[in-house]
């Protein structure tokens, strides 16, 4: 059990502490051995081939050699390896044993004093990180389309390096796209000659924030150091809706520090997009799931924007230590939107995300509901539920809550200032937080039992309970329809989406005539909001509503947000004949998904492809 007693008390007895030195930090989830030889910077060069699905060319990395007699060892997954050149000549290629989670080593030998490796590759047409899309499958419907999400572990399966978020490089990057195809990069500088985009970024970033996309772009921009990109289809939608973003970086920077990337963007991709939206430097990826037309799910860009100071900025050491980056993550977004959008916005999501996690701990095992979560010999996204984002959060709102939001503000402003560009572990926090809150004001840290929150499972008793005022107005309605008051009879007058949503989430057993009615009154399948729409979609799934079912199946044919997938496909299953139909739909859908969404709905379905 870890306590943070022992710091106190080593601390008290030894003053004054010793300066933060990076301590070496094993990382299970990466062969590299960055205490021996690290990698300071890569130099890509590829060339993007549409029709084979494959990325060819060469990296070169520039090393630290620590240890001048160790190899260097980099993490690699289903690369082929050409040849690899060290001081001007070919070197074998090691490739070690095949780990399931992890992909295989690549140990490389080096000569005294050689600080430079080449190594000419290609990535394989089922590269993880790469999705590369058919034209049918974007807005525009002509261009094909490709992108790259590298965290937690894939960005192995596109370049080898040193896949762990302890090592952080500078890189640059020569992009060869076809003619026509635009090809962006998560870099501060940027530039384009036709089709080869050159790209740089010279803050030392982990390597799950290296992305590329390509494809049918144009920009947009919104501010001086924001635009907007997207398929020209999409763009004005994308800038509209977005149009608040300056003001979420300005909001942000007046709570927490300076905003130290230079430009912030965002590239708003085709549904396929895994993911709601991934942090990657100066350009976030969001999916188009959340151009709702009324900036009603934008909290998704306070959120990855957040990430350039928790995450980017600060970043966590070992995916164990994975809510360092979104617990923190999920405090700022609601500081932003409360900055943003009033008090009454941020308390509605704050709500509707608490209660997401309640749900979430009732169906986890003890091991999983733990902040500092143990991961060895398990794939990284095992840990990715609500307990690292809603949980963390919950530990920051309630240490908010005892200190005061003055001195949590300047805890976490010295946090993200003295620990710029490194990566850091729950101890590292922890030694913090001490030093910086707890051992100042014994009498406040008494009512916190941070080990507890840390280590244990479960939400602590002391967690702060969110409420809001426009959610008891919902709950009032709620009340009024289980007591027989007509759907149309209801007063939703000015309702917002995060009102909808609770809505939705409160209905008790509804009879499938009841959601008919609702249906009538609300017009809910057709709703053109993703969140309201999947909800209802698996509120009419579980109670048997089968008027949405061409609509189910067009969004399963569409979206591949994989927050969305999973519940639908999880109540599908639990409907009578529902795993005929979710075989059916999903026989046809998978193709279009990302790996990672393949990945969790393959074990979801007992589905197991040809080769696998
Ligand atoms: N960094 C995450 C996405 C991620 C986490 C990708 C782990 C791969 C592994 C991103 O910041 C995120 O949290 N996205 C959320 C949206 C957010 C508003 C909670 C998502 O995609 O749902
Ligand atoms: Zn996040």
Redesign the pocket.
Known sequence: MLSILPFGLLWACAAPPPPAAPMPVHDVHSFARPDQVRVQHLDLDLTLDFDAHVARGRVTLMLERIDPDAPLVLDTDGLQIDCIEVDNASVPVLLGEEDPHLGRALTIHLPPGIDCVTIHYATAPTAEAMQWLAPEQTNGGTRPFLFTQG??ILTRSWIPLQDSPAVRCTWSAKITAPAGLVPVMSADVRSWDGPVGCFQMTKPVPSYLIALACGDLTSRDISPRCAIWAEPATIDRAAAEFADTESMIAACEELFGPYRWGRYDVLVLPPSFP?????NPCLTFATPTILAGDKSLV??IA??LA?SWSGNLVTNATWRDFWLN?GF?VYLENRIMEHVYGKDRSAMEIVLGVQGLREELATLPDADQRLHIDLAGRNP?DG?TQVP?EKGAAFLRRLEQVFGRARMDAFLRAWFDQHAFRSLTTADFLAFLDQELLRGDPQRAAQIDVPRWVEAGGLPGDAPVPDSALFAQVDAVVAALQGGAAPASLDTKGWVTQQWLRFLGELKDPSPEQLAALDQAFAFTRSGNSEILAKWLELAIDHGYRAVDRRLDLFLMTVGRR?FLTPLYQALLRAEDGKARATAIYTKARPRYHAVAQRTLDDLLGFHPAGK
């Open positions: 965290q937690a993911f709601g939206g991934m942090e909290a998704l959120h990855e990430h979104e993550t996204d990715m984002y927050k």
